[in-house]
């Protein structure tokens, strides 16, 4: 869920196209449960393969980060996350029970034909298993298109890799990475233009936007480590936070009063405990720094044989993805050959 700071965010919105040439570090569980979560049929069920396992992510996966690449020259490198801190664990029971108490009320929606509701329901019942996680690991891996398995949260390895240079931005919905140091943060890497919101049933406009961690620390007159305090009186997906404590008054409050040591008691004492164990989850994450970035070999046929055989796809339409990347290699080889040159 990450943490909610859009109240003091301070953010440009941008159109895709001013992305062309950049590289980013992809959230990849968060790339994936955005197709898992809209793309379905109108009843809410998820697009599956002929054995009943859900193919959604992998259509996302292919045609959008396809069309990323060629038709807008944005380059990615997918952050797959790894074992969660222990602090996390209260979250994830959280999310599964909503995800529970999704499911129920999208079956009981679908009994009653009331396909709107189930739609709604059926998005908030998404699950991304180890099994998905795999097949999108391989069909990147047949695609030739690099990813890093995180030994703990993707955002922290995306941020670290942004932090170097290695890429220009992180791309996730949430804003953690900002509190794990990257210096740029991209939302809303869509090309729909927008999102569903369950509570409400409907559609909203959304557009891509540029969070820049210097600005905000100027403009808000903080550091990032007071952002991160911030961050745990609001509630992290490490800690709940203190009730009737928003972005805007946990603002006021660390620069008031400059960390959290330092706050009244009757608020400090109603922060979680382990809030220096939260604080270091940010500041110093474990990270993997034995990683390669660099494209793999394009399988064609290794890609119609895995989406069209095995799982069902349109051959047609899976073409259509298949001559996107052979552009995509045709004009990188291009670039290796013209620096060979050079």
């Known amino acids: 869920m990450g943490v909610y700071l859009t109240p003091i965010i301070i953010k440009k919105i941008i159109k895709i196209k001013n992305l062309t040439g950049w590289k980013l570090a992809i959230d990849a569980n968060g790339y994936l449960y955005q197709f898992l979560s809209l793309i379905r049929l109108p009843n809410g069920t998820p697009l599956k393969d002929k054995e009943g396992k859900i193919t959604s992510h992998l259509a996302g996966l292919l045609f959008r980060t396809t069309k990323l690449l060629c038709d807008y020259g944005i380059e990615m490198i997918f952050i797959f996350d790894g074992k969660p801190p222990i602090l996390k664990s209260k979250e994830i029971i959280k999310r599964r029970e909503l995800r529970e108490k999704a499911t129920k009320e999208w079956i009981e929606a679908l009994e009653k034909k009331d396909y709107a509701k189930a739609f709604s329901k059926a ?19 047949f695609m030739g298109i690099p990813y890093i398995q995180a030994p703990g949260e993707a955002e922290a390895q995306a941020a670290y890799l942004a932090s170097i240079g290695e890429v220009d931005a992180v791309e996730s919905k949430d804003y953690d990475s900002l509190l794990f140091g990257t210096p740029k943060l991209v939302r809303f890497l869509t090309l729909t233009g927008k999102e569903f919101l369950p509570s409400k049933g409907i559609f909203r406009k959304i557009y891509p936007e540029i969070i820049e961690l210097k600005k905000i620390k100027e403009k808000l007159g903080i550091t990032r ?64 720094k034995q990683y390669k970035i660099e494209y793999g070999i394009f399988q064609e046929d290794k890609i119609y044989d895995f989406l069209c055989n095995e799982k069902g796809f349109n051959k047609e339409r899976v073409k259509t993805a298949i001559e996107r990347l052979k552009k995509f290699y045709e004009r990188k080889n291009q670039e290796k050959l013209e620096k060979w040159i050079n």
């Open 123 to 141: 998005i908030t019942s998404s699950k991304l298993s180890k099994e998905m996680i795999e097949d999108s690991k391989k069909l990147l891996n």
């Open 225 to 288: 480590e007071q952002l991160i305090d911030i961050a745990i009186l609001i509630g992290t997906d490490f800690n709940e936070g203190i009730y009737g404590i928003g972005p805007k008054k946990a603002l006021k409050l660390i620069k008031q009063y400059g960390s959290i040591e330092n706050l009244p008691s009757n608020i400090r004492n109603k922060i979680d405990e382990n809030f220096n164990e939260i604080r270091k989850i940010f500041l110093n994450p474990e990270i993997n």
